[in-house]
């Protein structure tokens, strides 16, 4: 298969499982090894700012809100989200460049197939309306914020869902399912951004020469922008009633398919 389409495929793998607890990164980096695409992280950040622009068109709102008020309450429970996603990216960067050489996403799928199967069980374990009855915050408090930057940090690892570490986090930290969806997705917002100021930096400081199929990528970046507008809505309307025990189960099926690729 061409670059070319192999680049699509990877667009529209991205615009639908960024916003599943299945880890597109992690997704990208098994098809970048399986049609033999070079500088795949590059590819990975790139298509990640795509399903960004999906992000900011849906949440619009909260993102303007934030935008316009960066120091009110929730300004500031996503500085407190995204300063631990930092520190902790900072540190075992070195590490995360060489997973995305898929060497360790076996490993990482599992976590994640883990970590939603115990999500799942303590949902069953206290009922929905348990969880989210009027005693519980009306938000995210600065707490499962916390929590849930220090999951997002370790998710930079692909195969370990971001959204899907973030979203269990803030659910067995004790908010409401479809707040969580929400802060999770705008917790995405910096780091994504971040990460591309980053990847610029390092590109225009070194020697290091991209290789990419430019009209694919181009492409794929819209894809993954169109597709990822339908899914992130899809994807806070059923947060409330998902079983992530079916996407645990697929993540050791693809867990131990990788194996074998």
């Known amino acids: 298969m061409s670059s070319f389409w192999a680049l699509i495929i990877l667009g529209i793998v991205q615009g639908v499982t960024e916003f599943l607890p299945v880890s597109s990164s992690g ?50 429970k996503l500085i ?9 990216v900072l540190c075992i960067y070195p590490l995360i460049n060489e997973a995305f050489e898929g060497a360790i996403l076996p490993i990482c799928f599992i976590i994640t197939a883990i970590l939603l199967f115990v999500t799942s069980a303590f949902c069953q374990k206290k ?8 005693t519980q915050n009306s938000g995210i408090s600065y707490k499962q914020a916390l929590f849930m930057g220090i999951s997002q940090g370790f998710a930079t690892f692909p195969g370990i869902s971001r959204s899907g570490a973030t979203i269990c986090t803030g659910v ?8 969580v969806a929400k802060f999770s997705f705008l917790m995405s917002v910096p780091v994504i951004v971040l990460s591309m100021a980053f990847e610029i930096f390092k590109f225009v400081t070194s020697d290091e020469q991209i290789v990419v199929n430019v009209p694919g990528l181009v492409l794929a970046f819209f894809l993954a922008f169109v597709v990822g507008l339908l899914c992130v809505k899809a994807m806070i309307r059923l947060t409330q009633k998902l079983n992530f025990k079916w996407f645990s189960l697929y993540l050791v099926i693809l867990a131990i398919l990788t194996l074998f690729i």
């Open 127 to 134: 009922s929905f309306s348990n969880l989210n009855n009027e």
């Open 80 to 88: 407190v989200a995204t300063i631990p996603t930092c520190l902790i």
């Open 27 to 76: 997704h990208l980096v098994l098809l970048s090894k399986i049609f033999g695409i070079e500088n795949s992280l590059f590819v990975s950040i790139i298509l990640h700012v795509a399903t960004l622009l999906s992000i900011l068109v849906v949440l619009r709102k909260e993102v303007w809100r934030v935008v316009r008020h960066p120091f009110r309450d929730e300004g500031k």
């Open 172 to 179: 067995i930290a004790g908010a409401k399912r479809e707040k």
